[in-house]
């Protein structure tokens, strides 16, 4: 037998093919030999219109996927600068809200003075008002005005 066809006794039952996967005979390859040129010329060609028509697809892609970043590149652009312009006017706002928010602040503390000052104006208008006033004692409270002399 040809070394070609040889089995193991693993590989019987299976088809008898040599290690290229072929069950051809070594003489088949010899006589495709002579068409090897004209294959090689065809394959050539084909080569060569595939190369043209890869080399097209991908100009095709390239301008494709070109177009599409600069699509999305000025999108981000205009998402970018429209954030900028949101944050900008955020940052007015909130320096507007600290303005007012220090003068209130002030005016509270200022409020909260002259609350102290009221407070101890009147805690000493009181104590005045009470330096006039006589205690009796043995009047009951419900006499009033002009029935007080007799109980004196």
Same mark, same amino acid.
């Given at each position: 037998?040809?070394?070609?066809?040889?089995?193991?006794?693993?590989?019987?039952? !299976?088809?008898?093919?040599?290690?290229?996967? &072929?069950? !051809?005979?070594?003489?088949?390859?010899?006589?495709? =030999?002579? /068409?090897? /040129?004209? @294959? %090689?010329?065809?394959?050539?060609? /084909?080569? &060569?219109?595939?190369?043209?028509?890869?080399?097209?697809?991908?100009?095709?892609?390239? @301008? &494709?996927?070109?177009?599409?970043?600069?699509?999305?590149?000025?999108?981000?652009?205009?998402?970018?600068?429209?954030?900028? @312009?949101?944050?900008?006017?955020?940052?007015?706002?909130?320096?507007?809200?600290?303005?007012?928010?220090?003068?209130? !602040?002030?005016?509270?503390?200022?409020?909260?003075?002259?609350?102290?000052?009221? %407070? =101890?104006?009147?805690?000493?208008?009181?104590?005045? &008002?009470?330096?006039?006033?006589?205690?009796?004692? =043995?009047?009951?409270? @419900?006499?009033?005005?002009?029935?007080?002399?007799?109980?004196?």
């Amino acid at each position: 037998q040809h070394e070609f066809f040889k089995t193991n006794k693993k590989d019987r039952g !299976r088809t008898e093919r040599g290690a290229g996967g &072929s069950a !051809r005979s070594p003489s088949y390859h010899s006589e495709a =030999g002579c /068409d090897t /040129d004209s @294959t %090689q010329i065809l394959g050539e060609k /084909d080569l &060569s219109l595939s190369e043209k028509r890869l080399a097209d697809m991908l100009s095709t892609l390239r @301008t &494709s996927l070109q177009l599409d970043f600069r699509k999305i590149s000025e999108e981000i652009r205009k998402e970018v600068h429209e954030l900028g @312009t949101r944050t900008s006017a955020l940052e007015e706002k909130m320096d507007e809200i600290c303005e007012n928010n220090n003068k209130m !602040r002030e005016k509270f503390i200022k409020m909260e003075e002259d609350f102290q000052k009221l %407070q =101890g104006k009147m805690a000493d208008i009181e104590d005045r &008002s009470r330096r006039n006033n006589i205690r009796v004692r =043995g009047v009951p409270e @419900t006499v009033q005005g002009p029935d007080i002399p007799p109980y004196l």
